[in-house]
């Protein structure tokens, strides 16, 4: 083994053991779409005295951050997004309407004396009459203390007594002082009634406790902490202190998007993403295998360990997987093929070339000439990525960095772990003496018959632009006639989806909700089998949410069970319909001048210009089905972009390369064999990706399975707006520009290989 090579085994060698240490040892942090809970967004907004900007958003956090550690929720997060957005994750809490409740009240707590209720209020002396926790009207004098004064609140367990729950009350300041004044003056009064301190949040009393008769009459509750005891649950005990330690919020917050996610759904949709990544790397690795023997087979072994690595670096990086992250993370499988094809094409044009060289030469030159293309059509699906990352919202970031993740960890894969474990094969001597089996003595019958033939297809350019053309024009017929069916991410509103143990006609489901009051809602059947009730409307409180539910089941449905609950502000949608149309620019705008500096201003016009065929044509097919355009509906296309990019870029790699070669040739003959050399690539990475968005189509998921199908689409017309738009196009181009031809490559002076028996490369 040659020294390159042996450190390269070792590389490899420690990056794999690295990666299955890590995978084996910390588990994947998951969103609360594969685990199950709530999430909601709040937005900051100007009160009377202050204005919402960044400083007031970072107390109102605190606060909120006060009252979800104080519910007691496991691995709850609460972050800061942008100038005045928080983001508050609560797993495993189902109940949105208990969610809101605990973090969405913004008005000052205060404490109140009380006094016997002659329902005659001295409002000059601000009291007032407010109903108590059990719904009785009591008289409540000036508020003495305000949140402010409150240092923490926690419930505990009368382990001791075994008298249930209580709350314990620390105060901070003059809060002690105060109290003890309240309470003493209140542990004179023989009335209960006024014998009670009442706490106030949001107009609503949520707590009244009566200050028991051992307390000292003038003296009061001393040491600047109390305890509120009562017939508390666990779960109605660590909400009110909840809500006593949050206190007041500096300025109002307004809920602008809400989710929740039932666990079942996570559930499922792991099991099935799991299933589709075994299936398509099974039928990728027959297929390479099939293809490609003994180098597809080490090919499938990198694939694997592909795995294994992107895995291990989610988790490293602390990264969420999320249900549309997890599908990149799947994808990206199928991508992983691409740079092993290009190498080994590359490596059996140069063994058919110059047989007598031997494989390992003509394979360390495959993995160098492809090098390019690799590269410049990975960076091309990376700006896809890092665009989706930083435009996008919500889940569909995640996406952005399982496939970014996953696009690094493929260029491990193919351009380390394939090299070692190739070039160690085909030096070994009973190999090296039977080319056959490694794979790459052939080319393959589809490039022996496109070179035998040599089919002029750009011959009929204006054929396959009118073909591209009327597509395009088909599309846009569809999103005009039929109009985009955009999700409720995009238009503001509320989308719930329930399940039903007995299948319900839908029908029924529409009459039981226009019976409950909401004869303009959306209703349609979801889920795969179409056994799931989706319920689509404007305003929807969630108190409305229950009665739906209860509607349904009185409807027929048998149990009812929530298992998606989605709530977005009219404002947000808006702001996400913006940012989703910005994206799609930018990506544009990204891909074009990139190519650009990369190749030539006519080659980067010619692919952008495909790129948009693709999302134009990908956009009216769904337009056409009714299907709905949301946030994976984005991921799909920006994948689609850096997909179809992806391809032109191995088009136009080779046509540069063939053109530098013959500057002199007539620009639509080189352009016209470039893309017959590169067909063979083309349709095997296809047909890799392919295994696995079929996968995914058929297990996915009713989410994933629209994701799956855009990109299967995105997939046919990007492999076939290479060939027969972006090249075509790049020709029409290339004769109307006055840029010279390339100047031709000098040749390198030729490096002999350690143990190559005198080849040179």
């Keep these: 083994m040659s020294r390159p090579l042996m450190w390269r085994a070792l590389l490899a060698l420690a990056i794999i053991a690295g990666s299955i240490f890590v995978a084996l040892t910390q588990p994947a942090k998951l ?130 007594n075994m008298q249930g729950w209580y709350i314990t009350v620390d105060f901070r300041g003059d809060g002690g002082r105060i109290w003890q004044k309240i309470t003493a003056e209140a542990a004179c009064k023989s009335d209960p009634d006024d014998r009670r301190i009442a706490f106030v949040l949001d107009g609503k009393v949520i707590s009244s406790p009566v200050v028991q008769e051992d307390v000292p009459c003038n003296v009061g509750i001393t040491g600047g902490s109390t305890q509120i005891t009562g017939q508390f649950s666990a779960r109605e005990a660590k909400e009110l202190a909840a809500l006593i330690q949050g206190g007041s919020l500096p300025v109002p917050v307004e809920i602008i998007e809400q989710r929740v996610v039932g666990p079942t759904l996570g559930e499922e949709a792991i099991q099935a993403s799991w299933q589709a990544a075994v299936i398509g790397i099974v039928l990728t690795g027959l297929f390479i295998i099939w293809i490609y023997r003994l180098v597809g087979f080490l090919a499938t072994l990198a694939l694997a360990a592909y795995g294994v690595i992107s895995y291990a670096a989610l988790v490293a990086m602390g990264a969420t997987l999320t ?118 003595s052939k080319t393959g019958r589809v490039r022996d018959w496109l070179d035998r033939k040599q089919p002029d297809l750009m011959r009929r350019k204006t054929l396959w632009l009118t073909v591209s053309g009327l597509l395009v024009a088909g599309s846009i017929a569809g999103i005009v006639i039929q109009g985009l069916n955009f999700g409720v991410e995009f238009t503001g509103g509320r989308q719930v989806v329930y399940s039903t143990s007995q299948r319900m006609d839908i029908n029924d489901a529409r009459a039981a909700v226009a019976d409950a009051g909401f004869p303009r809602a959306v209703v349609q059947t979801a889920g795969t089998d179409g056994e799931d009730i989706s319920i689509r409307t404007e305003k929807l409180t969630n108190a409305e949410v229950d009665k739906l539910q209860q509607a349904l089941e009185k409807a027929g449905g048998g149990t009812v069970t929530k298992e998606r609950d989605e709530l977005i502000g009219p404002s947000l949608g808006s702001e996400l319909r913006k940012k989703a149309l910005i994206a799609l620019g930018v990506a544009l705008a990204a891909q074009l001048i990139y190519l650009a500096v990369r190749f030539r201003f006519t080659f980067g016009a010619a692919a952008v210009l495909a790129m948009f065929h693709d999302v134009i044509v990908v956009t009216g097919v769904f337009a056409w089905l009714g299907k709905p355009i949301d946030g994976v509906f984005l991921a799909a296309l920006l994948t689609i972009i850096g997909y179809s990019v992806n391809d032109s870029v191995v088009v136009f790699d080779r046509i540069r390369e063939l053109w530098r070669a013959a500057p002199e040739e007539r620009f639509a003959k080189i352009a016209n064999r470039g893309a017959l050399q590169t067909v063979p690539r083309t349709v095997n990475t296809g047909m890799g990706a392919i295994f696995i968005l079929a996968a995914l189509a058929l297990l996915g998921g009713d989410s994933l399975t629209d994701f799956a199908i855009a990109l299967l689409l995105g997939i046919v017309v990007g492999t076939y707006s290479t060939v027969f738009t972006a090249t075509p196009l790049a020709i029409v181009f290339q004769a109307r520009s006055k840029t010279p031809a390339p100047k031709p490559k000098l040749a390198k002076r030729p490096v002999r290989q350690p143990g190559d028996s005198g080849a040179v490369v």
Excluded: C
């Excluded at 909601?40 to 107390?59: F, Q, W, Y």
């Excluded at 094809?341 to 003509?362: D, N, Q, S, T």
């Design 323 to 440: 249900l549309p992250g997890l599908a990149g993370f799947v994808l990206a499988i199928g991508m992983a093929v691409d740079a092993n094809v290009l190498v080994f094409e590359r490596a059996r044009e140069e063994y058919a070339a110059v047989p007598r060289r031997g494989m390992r030469p003509a394979l360390v030159i495959g993995f160098q000439k492809a090098w390019s293309a690799i590269a410049d059509s990975n960076i091309t699906t990376l700006l896809a990525a890092g665009l989706l990352f930083f435009l996008a919202a919500g889940p569909v970031r995640g996406f952005g960095v399982t496939l970014t993740i996953g696009v690094l960890a493929s260029l491990v894969s193919a351009l380390l772990v394939t090299r070692v474990l190739a070039e160690w094969a085909v030096s070994r001597r009973p190999i090296a003496k039977r080319p056959a089996l490694t794979g790459l």
């Design 31 to 160: 969103g609360l779409d594969l685990r199950g809970g709530t999430q909601i967004v709040l937005e900051t907004k100007d009160g009377p005295n202050v204005k919402a900007n960044r400083e007031s958003t970072d107390r109102a956090l605190e606060v909120l951050r006060k009252r979800v550690d104080a519910l007691g929720v496991a691995e709850s997060s609460i972050t800061r997004s942008g100038e005045r957005r928080i983001i508050v994750e609560l797993p495993d809490v189902q109940d949105p309407k208990r969610a809101a409740e605990a973090v969405g009240r913004t008005a000052q707590l205060t404490a109140h004396p009380v006094r016997a209720n002659d329902g005659k209020p001295d409002k000059k002396n601000g009291e007032q009459i407010l109903p108590d926790e059990d719904g009785r009207p009591i008289l409540l004098k000036k508020a003495a203390l305000s949140g402010a004064q409150i240092r923490s609140a926690s419930a505990s367990f009368d382990q001791q």
